[in-house]
């Protein structure tokens, strides 16, 4: 069993930063890939990112890539999400995910899910 708690979430401005962690219970994370998603109202919750057990191999979605950046500390069973030059359509609740080993892009192949952390751009 793993439980996740996100947390960083926010309000921005456009072009901002912000970073989101993920902190894991649960001896086995180093074992576990994790994956970023994030749901903006009236959508459907869409893949972000993912970074495998090891954090020797990343996907992100092309929305995404060049501006955000995940990474894992596996001696503190924490994720991170950098995300940097912010758009309006990044607004989302951005919740992290869990799976055995290797990435995954499908929300049906996480096992575990956080409650949620809620980010929001403005212009």
């Known amino acids: 069993q793993v439980q996740l708690v996100e947390s960083g979430g926010g309000l921005v401005q456009a072009g901002g930063s912000l970073r989101l962690s993920c902190a894991a219970s649960g001896r086995t994370f180093s074992s576990y890939a994790m994956g970023w998603f994030r749901q903006a109202p009236g959508k459907e919750r869409e893949f972000v990112v993912a970074i495998d057990w090891s954090g020797g191999n990343t996907y992100y979605a092309d929305s995404v890539k060049g501006r955000f950046t995940i990474s894992r500390g596996n001696a503190k069973n924490t994720v991170y999400l950098q995300m940097n030059s912010l758009k309006l359509e990044d607004t989302a609740v951005y919740y992290c995910?869990?799976?055995?080993?290797?990435?995954?892009?499908?929300?049906?192949?996480?096992?575990?899910w956080g409650q949620g952390t809620q980010v929001t751009v403005s212009s």
């Open positions: 995910a869990a799976r055995p080993y290797t990435i995954a892009k499908s929300r049906a192949a996480y096992d575990y």
